[in-house]
């Protein structure tokens, strides 16, 4: 929820961010953007927008049947690489908030935050273009429904900021590590992946 002011506060810019996702995913389905890497937190926001708007398409071409196998293939890598900067991303955004909320009392009773702003404003990103997806396929009922899970999402989104500007909750970086790009030790596993995925697909299947 807007609030209405002089001074335009940080939480106000992380939600006027948020805020503007599907409008971003609905232009950048007429025109590619220009990429501009400022470094701000809006800015952040906008290049993890920009690699989930990346990240839906190359999955979507990588899943078409009438692409030759060096071509999905490709995508693959290019997936693997979004994956990575995505992460990167989330994180960033936390940190530069880290930057500027305010430090807790000493002494004081702070509750710990596991789920981070960053982490909530990525799945921000990803239900934006979900939602943008479903309302062009005529999908009324699931588009109901993803819009009242973003505005849920939204709220504690809010709620988060509201907390950690006031000192209510504090706040910490939780580095992923995500390793597919450069996996330290190869545990050899791979070899057989096609037989574990249909173990884990036959495994896993609803009744």
Not at 2 to 12: A, H, L, Y
Not at 26 to 44: K, Y
Request: proline share 5%.
């Amino acid at each position: 929820m807007r609030r209405t002011s002089d001074i335009q506060t940080p939480v106000e810019d992380v939600l006027d961010a948020v805020a503007d996702l599907e409008r971003r995913a609905a232009d950048w389905h007429s025109a590619r953007p220009e990429v501009v890497v400022d470094g701000s937190l809006t800015g952040t926001i906008g290049s993890l927008h920009l690699v989930n708007f990346s990240l839906w398409h190359s999955e979507d071409r990588a899943r078409r049947t009438d692409l030759p196998d060096a071509e999905v293939v490709r995508c693959k890598r290019a997936i693997d690489a979004l994956n990575a900067r995505r992460n990167q991303l989330m994180e960033r955004v936390d940190e530069l908030l880290m930057a500027i909320v305010p430090a807790p009392e000493p002494g004081g009773r702070v509750a710990e935050q596991f789920e981070t702003p960053g982490m909530l404003i990525d799945r921000l990103s990803v239900m934006a273009l979900r939602i943008y997806h479903t309302s062009h396929a005529g999908m009324s009922e699931r588009l109901q429904l993803l819009q009242t899970q973003q505005r849920d999402l939204a709220a504690v989104l809010e709620q988060l900021l509201d907390d950690l500007f006031a000192g209510r909750r504090g706040l910490k970086v939780y580095r992923q590590f995500k390793i597919a790009t450069s996996a330290p030790w190869d545990c050899g596993v791979w070899r057989e992946a096609p037989g574990w995925a249909a173990d884990a697909l036959a495994a896993s299947a609803p009744d």
